[in-house]
């Protein structure tokens, strides 16, 4: 496990899923929730930054990092409802969010769940829930045909296993400012999701997605929702998944969001501009 100076770690049982949990500073409880492929080490850049003002709690989502990877409970709102009870378990009545990727969508999904949880909600890189279908939709759906490959029973499985080259891959090819993975973080994602039950869980994590998740996205399952939780979007311009047309239409869904574009920055916020979410995550939490 990659290791930053002052993070403690920890491992904490939430309804028999053992979660890994990092922790440092002091203060206002604030959670750090990563996405595929990643784990906790993608706050690298932004713990620094915030550790001085916040109580950093900064878990790996199940299947990833050094949580447990069981054989189900990938569908998304399972994801949430891990998050839950990890402040549950952690005693945590009310927390900031910054979620990124599929720690975004969990993030959004929790909030229109359990609002009075959090404070605020601080999403990077990812869609809103609130889709409807339009044309404009639809000519998007290009943007996830990398699911669909890593949704693919077996093969997705042993080529993640074989070699960490894909995920190395794919982060390069999703990102802008390349820089930020000069330090190898992007193989060490790979070599983490090498282990066979990482790998099945990756798998299985965009298989629910891609074959009982999405469509209902896309066809509505949230439009009708009301997000009361103040919630800043905030995406880069170079995101390869999060379009200006899969942004729109959140507005009587989501009184209290603002949606925001970063100029050269690609879909790994958090690593690409750590400056920048340190900065609007001050902003929103006070």
């Not at 915030?50 to 878990?59: E, G, M, N, T």
């Not at 099945?200 to 439009?223: D, H, I, N």
């Amino acid at each position: 496990m990659p290791q930053l100076a002052g993070v403690r770690h920890r491992s904490v049982d939430v309804d028999g899923l053992s979660v890994h949990v990092a922790e440092v500073g002091e203060g206002e409880p604030l959670v750090l929730l990563h996405g595929w492929p990643q784990h906790w080490w993608c706050w690298r850049r932004v713990i620094p930054l915030l550790q001085d003002s916040y109580r950093l709690v900064v878990p790996d989502l199940r299947g990833h990092g050094w949580t447990d990877a069981p054989e189900s409970g990938y569908d998304k709102e399972q994801l949430a409802s891990d998050l839950l009870g990890l402040l549950d378990v952690l005693e945590l009545p009310r927390v900031g969010l910054v979620g990124h990727d599929w720690g975004g969508w969990t993030g959004f999904l929790a909030a229109l769940r359990a609002p009075e949880r959090f404070s605020a909600f601080l999403a990077l890189g990812v869609v809103h829930p609130f889709q409807r279908p339009t044309v404009g939709r639809a000519l998007q759906s290009w943007r996830l045909t990398y699911q669909v490959a890593l949704a693919t029973p077996v093969l997705a499985e042993r080529v993640l296993q074989a070699s960490p080259d894909l995920v190395e891959h794919l982060v390069r090819a999703g990102s802008t400012r390349r820089s930020a993975f000069a330090d190898g973080a992007a193989r060490t994602y790979g070599e983490v999701l090498q282990e066979p039950a990482r790998a099945r869980a990756s798998s299985r994590l965009y298989r629910e997605f891609v074959l009982r998740e999405g469509l209902p996205v896309a066809l509505g399952r949230y439009r009708d929702a009301r997000l009361s939780v103040p919630t800043r979007l905030v995406v880069g311009d170079g995101d390869l998944v999060a379009s200006p047309a899969l942004l729109e239409g959140w507005q009587s869904c989501a009184p209290d969001m603002q949606v925001e574009v970063l100029p050269g920055v690609g879909h790994f916020v958090p690593e690409e501009a750590p400056q920048e979410v340190a900065l609007r995550a001050r902003s929103l939490f006070g």
